[in-house]
């Protein structure tokens, strides 16, 4: 069986601070790896997506992901935030048939 | 338009009742998802249909069931609503075994009282 864990439950952050979350999963496979956004009221939009190659992978809105297979890990990362990166943030992963996703980090961009 | 859109947005239903979300999706993919999130848990999968005929249990299935109605169409029933369903809804679509990237709709908030 395939799970996945995220570090944080809820990060807070000023604008223009560094963003790193956590994501660690448990698959003795092949995986995809994915980063999904949800803003406030709104449905999940996909950040960015690692399927084979460079494990450095960049998504939308200046995010950034690194795949560390020793690791079993997926960490999401942003240089400068801002306040519109407020959301909260699910890493999954596709071991097998299905996506299993975290529990989620919820991110608060302060002005 | 929304490629994957779902009614109602929001419902709020008793104890006891029978109640039906439903998904529709223009994208053309074969796969389709039935999703429950809650605060601190993330999303689970209820159940899966990878195409007309094949429908399969997820994590959380008890209380639930589906009908897949036509590639586009996907709904999802519970029989006797309980309070502890009371959550926010969402469905995906996948095109086949693509990698596995889902395509959520906006989601059903759903209260059971």
């Known amino acids: 069986a395939q799970s996945v864990s995220q570090h944080n439950h809820h990060v807070i952050l000023s604008e223009a601070a560094s963003l790193e979350l956590g994501c660690n999963y448990s698959?003795?496979?092949?995986?995809?790896l994915f980063w999904y956004v949800q803003y406030p009221g709104q449905h999940l939009q996909l950040l960015l997506k690692?399927?084979?190659?460079?494990?450095l992978v960049k998504g939308i809105k200046g995010f950034e992901a690194e795949f560390i297979k020793s690791k079993f890990s997926f960490n999401l990362r942003k240089p400068s935030v801002q306040w519109s990166d407020t959301a909260e943030y699910f890493c999954?992963?596709?071991?097998?048939?299905?996506?299993?996703f975290g529990a989620g980090t919820t991110v608060t961009v302060r002005a | 338009d929304a490629d994957v859109t779902q009614t109602p947005r929001n419902r709020i239903t008793k104890t006891g009742k029978r109640i039906m979300l439903e998904c529709s999706q223009t994208?053309?993919?074969?796969?389709m998802y039935w999703y429950r999130q809650d605060p601190g848990l993330g999303l689970r999968l209820i159940y899966y249909?990878?195409?007309?005929?094949?429908?399969n249990k997820g994590e959380i299935s008890d209380g639930y069931s589906v009908s897949r109605q036509a590639q586009a169409k996907f709904s999802l029933s519970l029989e006797s609503a309980i309070p502890n369903q009371t959550a926010l809804y969402f469905c995906?679509?996948?095109?086949?075994?693509?990698?596995?990237?889902?395509?959520f709709g906006p989601g059903t908030r759903l209260t059971v009282t």
């Open positions: 690692y399927f084979s190659g460079d494990p």
């Open positions: 249909s990878f195409d007309v005929k094949d429908i």
């Open positions: 995906a679509t996948s095109d086949g075994d693509r990698g596995g990237e889902q395509y």
């Open positions: 994208k053309g993919h074969d796969r």
């Open positions: 698959y003795g496979g092949t995986v995809n």
């Open positions: 999954a992963v596709k071991g097998d048939y299905k996506l299993s």
